[in-house]
């Protein structure tokens, strides 16, 4: 009898090592198979703003060994057009998604319903709102950043910011990554008595009404973000803006062009290199655990005055720009 009991549990234990075997097996079988693919949809793909972005995920894609596609698209996307093209990538075999998610309340019901598909990553911005359904997100801290802004314009101006007037731009200003900063910006100038004299966004257009030059006189325009920077910076070279002077958050070679031309005193850069490297990272992991979930991926960012442009510690990042 104890013999039997002997011989039952060491076959027990055989089987067992044999599971855990064909498990390990089964996990690594992928790399006799052709690579996951992940298909990555953002605004504007081709924009040089994203150029940093596009290099930090052909170099993950390389180290992890992942086929990624960037999705051809031209400036913003709505709900419905966003949905239909990560529908399209997931017909065509893609295995997860990194999405840039559009602005909006319906947004994050959309993308419960590709998680079911596909594993989703988000870039740039989250997009559940306070108290809603959170999705991984790659992305910089945007209070910090806008707070980081709002320094360097008291660190310039001291005690002369009292009674100054501001202007606010951004491109997409109902985006979260957008709302943060201006938060954070805000914040930190609490006290300082300075007055926003205006807040707008979107109104880059052709038409002589859609402009900042419109807008009234302000001493200060404050960018959030790289689209408005670089075309505060258009406009600062063009005398179009009644001698105000640009803080932006910006990172693209033309953000730092205006910068160098001193129409941009200050430039808050994302490193939008680890953005595109860390996002692809955290899903290739993902895909080669289906029961690991992703995680939440901080990037950071520099504070780049004229001055400070081309010094050593900042070359690698204008070099990630070039890209």
Same mark, same amino acid.
């Given at each position: 009898m104890k013999n039997s009991k002997k011989v039952f549990i060491l076959t027990e234990a055989v089987l067992g090592v044999l599971v855990l075997i064909l498990a390990v097996i089964m996990l690594l079988d992928r790399n006799g198979k052709e690579p996951y693919k992940v298909s990555v949809i953002i605004e504007n793909s081709e924009d040089n703003q994203w150029a940093a972005f596009r290099y930090g995920l052909r170099m993950a894609a390389k180290d992890r060994q992942v086929e990624v596609s960037v999705v051809p698209t031209e400036g913003a996307m709505t709900l419905e057009e966003e949905q239909e093209l990560i529908e399209q990538e997931i017909y065509n075999g893609a295995d997860g998604v990194i999405v840039q998610p559009v602005p909006g309340s319906d947004t994050e019901e959309m993308l419960k319903k590709i998680e079911k598909k596909v594993p989703v990553m988000l870039v740039g911005s989250a997009a559940a709102k306070e108290g809603g359904e959170t999705f991984p997100v790659t992305q910089p801290d945007n209070y910090a950043m806008g707070q980081a802004l709002?320094?360097?314009?008291?660190?310039?101006?001291?005690?002369?910011?009292?009674?100054?007037?501001?202007?606010? %731009? =951004?491109? /997409?200003?109902? =985006?979260?990554?957008?709302?943060?900063?201006? /938060?954070?910006?805000?914040?930190?100038?609490?006290?300082?008595?300075?007055? %926003?004299?205006?807040?707008?966004?979107?109104?880059?257009?052709?038409?002589?009404?859609?402009?900042?030059? =419109?807008?009234?006189?302000v001493d200060f325009v404050i960018a959030l973000d790289d689209g408005s920077t670089t075309a505060a910076g258009e406009y600062s070279a063009s005398n179009d803006l009644h001698g105000a002077i640009v803080y932006g958050i910006g990172n693209s070679t033309e953000a730092v062009y205006y910068l160098d031309n001193?129409?941009?005193?200050?430039?808050? %850069?994302p490193d939008e290199f680890n953005v595109g490297y860390q996002s692809l990272d955290e899903m290739s992991r993902k895909l080669g655990h289906s029961f690991r979930k992703m995680k939440d991926r901080q990037t950071i960012y520099t504070v780049i005055q004229r001055d400070t442009l081309f010094t050593k510690e900042n070359q690698e990042l204008l070099f990630t720009m070039s890209q």
């Amino acid at each position: 009898m104890k013999n039997s009991k002997k011989v039952f549990i060491l076959t027990e234990a055989v089987l067992g090592v044999l599971v855990l075997i064909l498990a390990v097996i089964m996990l690594l079988d992928r790399n006799g198979k052709e690579p996951y693919k992940v298909s990555v949809i953002i605004e504007n793909s081709e924009d040089n703003q994203w150029a940093a972005f596009r290099y930090g995920l052909r170099m993950a894609a390389k180290d992890r060994q992942v086929e990624v596609s960037v999705v051809p698209t031209e400036g913003a996307m709505t709900l419905e057009e966003e949905q239909e093209l990560i529908e399209q990538e997931i017909y065509n075999g893609a295995d997860g998604v990194i999405v840039q998610p559009v602005p909006g309340s319906d947004t994050e019901e959309m993308l419960k319903k590709i998680e079911k598909k596909v594993p989703v990553m988000l870039v740039g911005s989250a997009a559940a709102k306070e108290g809603g359904e959170t999705f991984p997100v790659t992305q910089p801290d945007n209070y910090a950043m806008g707070q980081a802004l709002a320094e360097e314009l008291i660190r310039d101006c001291a005690d002369n910011l009292r009674g100054k007037s501001l202007g606010i %731009v =951004s491109c /997409a200003g109902d =985006s979260q990554a957008v709302q943060e900063r201006s /938060a954070g910006f805000q914040e930190a100038l609490k006290g300082m008595g300075t007055r %926003v004299s205006w807040n707008v966004e979107d109104i880059f257009g052709e038409e002589e009404t859609n402009s900042l030059e =419109s807008l009234p006189k302000v001493d200060f325009v404050i960018a959030l973000d790289d689209g408005s920077t670089t075309a505060a910076g258009e406009y600062s070279a063009s005398n179009d803006l009644h001698g105000a002077i640009v803080y932006g958050i910006g990172n693209s070679t033309e953000a730092v062009y205006y910068l160098d031309n001193g129409r941009t005193q200050c430039l808050v %850069v994302p490193d939008e290199f680890n953005v595109g490297y860390q996002s692809l990272d955290e899903m290739s992991r993902k895909l080669g655990h289906s029961f690991r979930k992703m995680k939440d991926r901080q990037t950071i960012y520099t504070v780049i005055q004229r001055d400070t442009l081309f010094t050593k510690e900042n070359q690698e990042l204008l070099f990630t720009m070039s890209q």
